[in-house]
């Protein structure tokens, strides 16, 4: 997680500087405020005039219940609620999130049918499907030795391990970590046992009927009072609109339809609210 202060500590001198601040209107607009000569004296000073109190750069600053606009106060940018708030159901229950500066955030979405084809069972062919075509890495439902170990079920809750080399690969992605004779005898055989991973986390990098990529998404985190930012699903349920590329927080966890339990929260981001109640959302 990043930790806020160190942005606040490279902000603030152009923000001490420049004492300009951004203020949040009534009715949602931004527009910015400049604070009056700290040498005026109050004899001097209207009611129009007053000075205001300087923003302590150090402190976190409070995003506001519902911008209309995206907004940043050199230290984080405050995502944009929908462009059309009747887009989704319950906006009014969408909470602003947060997108620090000077990081970068990529979502993506894999299948092996098509992209909105339900991922409940295996196709027929799932090592020449979607995203699987040509990789020894793959996606799956069922566990089937005959695809290799490290694509079987481990029976347990602990994972497999050392999938990937200790070290990033030259292109700055991670590579799987097989040998030619752990492919040897599975359906893997003739795949790359050190293939690097851009495939699936380069946005540059397109799959065919397997992939889709969105960049610098917008909106996700929150700030916790450590000054750490974090998601945690069991928060906060997150819708990805990809139009606005940015998420929305709801104030509740999402659940599945028909469970009543809601206490680990779904991270489900292609998936609209559906239904609400007071404690959980979709």
């Not at 300009?20 to 129009?48: I, K, L, N, Y």
């Not at 940018?77 to 955030?105: M, R, V, W």
């Not at 993506?108 to 995203?131: E, H, K, R």
Request: charged share 20%.
């Amino acid at each position: 997680m990043l930790r806020k202060t160190m942005f606040q500590k490279v902000t603030a001198a152009a923000l001490a500087a420049a004492m300009m601040f951004t203020v949040w209107a009534p009715d949602g607009a931004a527009f910015a405020e400049t604070v009056p000569d700290p040498a005026a004296t109050p004899e001097s000073a209207t009611p129009e005039t007053a000075p205001t109190p300087t923003p302590d750069p150090t402190e976190a600053p409070q995003p506001a219940e519902a911008p209309a606009m995206l907004a940043t106060d050199g230290v984080q940018t405050y995502t944009e609620l929908p462009s059309d708030p009747t887009q989704g159901k319950y906006a009014e229950h969408i909470i602003p999130g947060l997108s620090p500066n000077g990081t970068t955030i990529d979502l993506f979405d894999y299948w092996l049918t098509g992209q909105t084809d339900a991922d409940n069972a295996d196709p027929d062919n799932v090592p020449d499907s979607g995203i699987n075509k040509g990789h020894a890495l793959l996606f799956r439902k069922s566990g089937s030795p005959k695809y290799g170990k490290w694509n079987d079920w481990t029976r347990s809750a602990k994972p497999y391990s050392g999938l990937v080399q200790a070290e990033l690969g030259k292109d700055g992605y991670p590579a799987l970590n097989l040998t030619a004779e752990q492919l040897k005898g599975t359906d893997m055989a003739g795949c790359d046992p050190n293939e690097s991973l851009a495939y699936l986390f380069d946005p540059n990098i397109a799959v065919e009927n397997g992939k889709a990529s969105y960049p610098d998404v917008q909106g996700l985190l929150k700030v916790a009072e450590d000054g750490y930012y974090y998601y945690r699903s069991s928060d906060n349920y997150a819708v990805f609109y990809p139009e606005d590329n940015s998420f929305y927080l709801y104030k509740y966890p999402g659940f599945l339809a028909g469970s009543n339990n809601a206490s680990n929260g779904q991270f489900s981001p292609s998936t609209p609210c559906r239904t609400l109640t007071r404690t959980k959302a979709c």
